[in-house]
T-cell receptor, first 113, second 112 residues
Framework: GDSVTQMEGPVTLSEEAFLTINCTYT??????LFWYVQYPGEGLQLLLK?????DKGSNKGFEATYRKETTSFHLEKGSVQVSDSAVYFC????????????FGQGTRLTINP | NAGVTQTPKFQVLKTGQSMTLQCAQD?????MSWYRQDPGMGLRLIHY???????DQGEVPNGYNVSRSTTEDFPLRLLSAAPSQTSVYFC???????????FGPGTRLTVL
């Protein structure tokens, strides 16, 4: 079946550092790919998405490119802020409405001032 | 517009007790889902619904029941709680033709 693997955390960086969180997937066909973010004590929020190969999703300075050849969707940000501290989830779905999401295990990110 | 709401926020049960976790959305979304979040495992799908009167099982359905009598509501029932059901439960909804699921704030359940 489908699966998503993220780099293990936790990840701790200093403010203004460059961020990469690796995500690879196993799936048949061409799923849509997502990054969700969970701030402390809150539910998940969609951060960005890509629906086909070579698409780049971007939001709030974060970017991720759908790489079919390497089955990857790595999350990057050029200069992180303390407010980016959260848990980040990579996910995929084959279905309309992005239902039946398959999630990675999550990566906890802490940014120190 | 409240989005997706869940009640209660916290709940403690004893083994064998039953309860219902409530979920409601006011966005007229067709699709609704229940996930559980466990440490180191991400979120896993319990049950989902593609419309009123239609539900189906996800990855980890055992011990849970759902029904969807209206578009707005999608309650999750624990029939006989077990310690293995200690988790954080999230409800989500999405509309047809979109690629975005909206999540509720979660219910933290502890089964003793």
């Amino acid at each position: 079946g489908d699966s998503v693997t993220q780099m293990e955390g936790p990840v701790t960086l200093s403010e203004e550092a460059f961020l990469t969180i690796n995500c690879t997937y196993t799936a048949t066909g061409y799923p849509s790919l997502f990054w969700y973010v969970q701030y402390p004590g809150e539910g998940l929020q969609l951060l960005l998405k890509a629906t086909k190969a070579d698409d780049k999703g971007s939001n709030k300075g974060f970017e991720a490119t759908y790489r079919k050849e390497t089955t990857s969707f790595h999350l990057e940000k050029g200069s992180v802020q303390v407010s980016d501290s959260a848990v980040y989830f990579c996910a995929l779905s084959h279905f309309q409405g992005a239902q039946k999401l398959v999630f990675g295990q999550g990566t906890r990110l802490t940014i120190n001032p | 517009n409240a989005g997706v709401t869940q009640t209660p926020k916290f709940q403690v049960l004893k083994t064998g007790q039953s309860m219902t976790l409530q979920c409601a959305q006011d966005m007229n979304h067709e699709y609704m889902s229940w996930y559980r979040q466990d440490p180191g495992m991400g979120l896993r799908l319990i049950h989902y619904s593609v419309g009123a009167g239609i539900t189906d099982q996800g990855e980890v359905p055992n011990g849970y029941n759902v029904s969807r009598s209206t578009t707005e509501d999608f309650p999750l029932r624990l029939l006989s709680a077990a310690p293995s059901q200690t988790s954080v439960y999230f409800c989500a909804s999405s509309g047809a033709g979109t690629d975005t699921q909206y999540f509720g704030p979660g219910t933290r359940l502890t089964v003793l």
